[in-house]
């Protein structure tokens, strides 16, 4: 890809990211997308099949990012500089991923929050899998732990763009997780 490709593609998800702030995910339209990002349609239709194809590359970058924060916070059993981090971190992007949460129906699609879940449930199941070699502990499917967990995690996100940080919260999820942790590694 050119510089001048990836310029436009970055205005492009700028005007979007903008535009979803203040329009619904269904009325909004390629044309004020284009308005917005001061490009034609054509050039949109370079860079993006339709405003679904835009907003699944949107989330997906959003989840790649994720991915390396939960990752690294998945070995810590003090997780709470890894929370303190995350937040910080989607403070940076709070009312781009905010409003990204509030796209909820898209057609084919999976929602940013239902993509969230996901990778939390497969980064914990994995972990998980990996410490315990196990698919059920102590008569519990490790898949009910990793849907606990998934939940939990995407609640702590969501309230922290809303609330912002609570360090008590943070404090509370730390003991929640070293609990479970321990529960499911005791013989």
């Not at 990211?17 to 370079?46: D, E, H, P, V, W």
């Not at 993509?115 to 519990?140: C, P, R, T």
């Not at 009910?144 to 943070?170: M, R």
Request: glycine content about 2%.
């Amino acid at each position: 890809m050119t510089d001048k490709f990836e310029i436009t593609n970055q205005e492009i998800q700028q005007a979007f990211l903008m535009l979803i702030g203040s329009t619904k995910f269904s009325k909004l339209t390629i044309n004020q997308i284009c308005s917005a990002a001061n490009i034609s349609r054509i050039t949109f239709y370079r860079h993006y099949a339709d405003k679904f194809d835009l907003l699944e590359t949107i989330n997906n970058a959003k989840i790649v990012i994720l991915k390396n924060y939960i990752q690294c916070r998945l070995d810590e059993q003090d997780i709470s500089n890894t929370l303190l981090r995350m937040t910080k971190f989607l403070k940076q992007d709070a009312a781009n991923i905010e409003s990204l949460f509030k796209i909820t129906k898209i057609g084919n699609q999976d929602s940013l929050e239902h993509k969230i879940k996901e990778l939390l449930y497969d980064e914990f199941s994995n972990y998980m899998f990996k410490e315990l070699q196990a698919d059920v502990i102590k008569g519990i499917p490790v898949s009910y732990f990793a849907e606990l967990y998934a939940a939990n995690a995407t609640i702590f996100i969501k309230h922290s763009l809303e609330s912002g940080t609570n360090p008590q919260l943070i404090t509370s999820l730390n003991k929640i997780q070293k609990f479970v942790f321990d529960f499911l590694k005791s013989k």
